[in-house]
C-alpha cells in the first residue's frame, strides 16, 4: 500500500503561483512513478504532469506546459508541482497518485494509488 496525502493548496489571483506537495508513505515510494491530476467541477480527471522514479523524465500536458514543474525529493518521500502564472481555469482539485511499475503514463488508469487532493482556486 501507498498512502499519498497532498498539500499547499489554496485561493491565489491568476498570474500568482502555488507549490504543491505530495508526502508518500508505505511502499517503497522512490520506484515509483508519480504524477498529478486535477478535476475541475463538472468536468472528468485529467491529466496534469507526471516524473519517473529517478525524476531523469517528465512529462506534461499542453496546458500547463511552461508553467508548471514538477519534481521530486525521494529522500524526503515527497513530489511537488509548482505552479506559475495561474490562470482561472486552471482552478481544480488536484490529485497526486503513484504508479507501481515502470515508466510514465497519462492515463488515469495507469495509476495504482490516489490521494484525496487539495483545492486550487484561482480568482480572475
Known amino acids: 500500500q501507498v498512502q499519498l496525502v497532498e498539500s499547499g493548496g489554496g485561493l491565489v489571483q491568476a498570474g500568482g503561483s502555488l507549490r504543491l506537495s505530495c508526502a508518500a508513505s508505505?511502499?517503497?515510494?522512490?520506484?515509483?512513478?508519480m504524477g498529478w491530476f486535477r478535476q475541475a467541477p463538472e468536468k472528468e480527471r485529467e491529466f496534469v504532469s507526471t516524473?519517473?522514479?529517478?525524476?531523469?523524465?517528465?512529462y506534461y500536458a499542453d496546458s500547463v506546459k511552461g508553467r508548471f514543474t514538477i519534481s521530486r525529493d525521494n529522500a524526503k518521500n515527497t513530489v511537488y508541482l509548482q505552479m506559475n502564472s495561474l490562470k482561472p481555469e486552471d482552478t481544480a482539485v488536484y490529485y497526486c497518485a503513484s504508479r507501481l511499475t515502470a515508466g510514465i503514463r497519462i492515463g488515469i488508469s495507469d495509476y495504482d494509488y490516489w490521494g484525496q487532493g487539495t483545492q486550487v482556486t484561482v480568482s480572475s
Open positions: 508505505g511502499r517503497t515510494f522512490s520506484s515509483n512513478s
Open positions: 516524473i519517473s522514479w529517478r525524476g531523469g523524465s517528465t
